[in-house]
């Protein structure tokens, strides 16, 4: 069995994940779906043997009812406001911080545990029989509650429900298909305890099988498998990781434009190039369109308050991979409207000597400020300062330097590029002090440019002219 402050931990993150992920959706509450999409769950379960059924006590069944009935005092309400498929993410776990460490170390499953990913039977089922068991969800995964393989004449029904670590439960979804046919229950679900509960509503000496397939290889943005349940992205530019659970599962995303300012979007792999594993969709009112890999697509403007809707779908022509993650940008299109890099106090290299627009020793002090197309400043996002500061050959190698913008669009920053043995000697004649020196000079060639990271061809420096030159000055000495 596993630890109970593993139990508990679950339980409380199951309880914000149901408020807190529905309030960002702002989607109507859906119930718990009952249809048999099986897709990535849908997995052949390992045998687990044949069970017998264990009876459910007289308290335990009203435990059940209560929480059916919506008269739990545990995560009733939250569950009650917020649909079963909602996203989970990285969410505050308010819950956890009211949990005792003894009740953690003291909560023991009301029922006996079974595993995962296990598929279990039972025979000798009669009408009204009652059967519940208790599974846990280690991590968030999306998962497939099973009851299949009832014998003619055998009609149950199923219930899903979460312990919230103190023995309090909540109905999360329930499937009762008439006569024999299986049961099933869908979604995504966060970390926690889970228990069965099924009920034979007809059965003379019959039979049947049940289990759950868990599938913990998701992102944080599911469930987004539908236009009705896509992720709102904020009201920035956003940049997002990704992946596909498998072929047939598509990833739903939703930008709304509160003022009207222009909505850009971009679709990239990863750094193995696996950009070719995902087909990118916009949709413009009426049918979906595929923006070509590599290509940002633009709207230059929009009604106020319009919402920009994209997919990411799996590519038939390639073998989908689950653990490639694709980067999606959208949102706000950023304008870059003032930057400033500056060097430090040094005698610059003359423009007859060697023409370096921006010239330092060790650091680069550089600023920015970005807004969108209206001219609301862009928060959160990430200019990047990228310095080669000495030109070998015709390859870059570029370092990194971000910065964050606050809330007026706009980052200060400083970049140390360290010191150097120069490539280039001369002399150089100063008299700006009032009194005539030379100054032996050794520096060497490099270049910078500013980049957006959540949105690519924005910033200083591009296709054409790639970077603003740079002297990275090593040493200077006066000399008579």
């Known amino acids: 069995m596993k630890s109970k402050k593993a139990f508990m931990l679950g339980a409380a993150m199951a309880a914000s994940c149901f408020v807190s992920a529905f309030a960002l959706a702002e989607q109507t509450p859906q119930k718990l779906s009952a249809q048999a999409v099986r897709q990535a769950v849908d997995k052949a379960l390992k045998p687990g043997g044949k069970l017998d059924g264990a009876k ?18 545990a995560l009733t309400q939250a569950v009650k406001t917020a649909p079963f498929d909602t996203v989970v993410g990285e969410l505050k776990k308010p819950a956890q911080a009211q949990l005792s460490a003894a009740a953690i170390a003291a909560f023991e499953p009301l029922f006996p545990t079974l595993d995962i990913n296990t598929l279990y039977s039972v025979d000798g089922v009669q009408t009204g029989n009652e059967f519940a068991y208790h599974f846990n969800l280690p991590q968030n995964a999306r998962i497939q509650v099973q009851l299949v393989n009832q014998s003619a004449g055998t009609d149950m029904s199923l219930n899903l429900f979460l312990d919230d670590g103190q023995g309090n439960l909540s ?14 229950l869908n979604g995504v679900l966060p970390a926690g305890d889970y228990y069965w509960y099924m009920v034979a509503n007809a059965a003379s000496n019959g039979q049947f099988s049940f289990g759950v397939a868990v599938d913990t290889n998701i992102d944080a943005y599911e469930p987004n498998d539908t236009p009705q349940t896509a992720f709102v992205l904020p009201d920035s530019m956003n940049k997002v990781s990704g992946n596909l659970d498998n072929a047939n599962d ?44 590599g290509s940002t697509s633009t709207y230059p403007s929009v009604a106020p308050g319009t919402t920009v809707k994209v997919r990411v779908r799996a590519n038939p022509n390639v073998a989908q991979d689950a653990t490639k993650q694709y980067q999606l940008s959208l949102g706000s299109t950023p304008r870059l409207n003032n930057h400033d890099v500056k060097g430090d106090n040094i005698v610059r290299v003359p423009v007859s000597e060697m023409p370096l627009a921006t010239q330092t020793a060790r650091v680069l002090n550089w600023s920015t400020q970005w807004s969108d197309s209206t001219g609301a400043p862009l928060l959160g996002v990430t200019p990047v300062l990228r310095v080669d500061n000495h030109f070998i050959d015709f390859d870059y190698r570029w370092v990194d330097y971000p910065a964050t913008t606050n809330s007026a669009g706009a980052t200060s920053a400083t970049a140390n590029i360290g010191s150097c043995f120069g490539d280039y000697h001369t002399v150089i004649n100063d008299s700006s002090t009032g009194v005539p020196y030379k100054w032996d000079t050794t520096y060497n060639q490099g270049g910078w440019r500013i980049e957006l990271a959540e949105f690519p061809g924005v910033g200083v420096g591009g296709d054409n002219v790639q970077y603003v030159s740079l002297g990275h000055i090593c040493t200077q000495t006066i000399v008579h």
């Open 56 to 73: 459910v006590s007289a308290s335990l069944k009203q435990k059940l009812k209560a929480a059916k009935t919506g008269q739990s005092k």
């Open 171 to 184: 109905l999360v979804g329930s499937s009762d298909a008439a006569g024999n046919a299986d049961e099933y």
């Open 250 to 293: 598509v990833d739903y995303f939703d930008f709304k434009a509160v003022r009207g300012q222009s909505v850009s979007m971009y679709l990239a792999g990863d750094e193995t190039g696996s950009r070719n594993q995902w087909i990118f969709d916009r949709f413009d009112g009426v049918n979906w369109v595929t923006v070509p890999a």
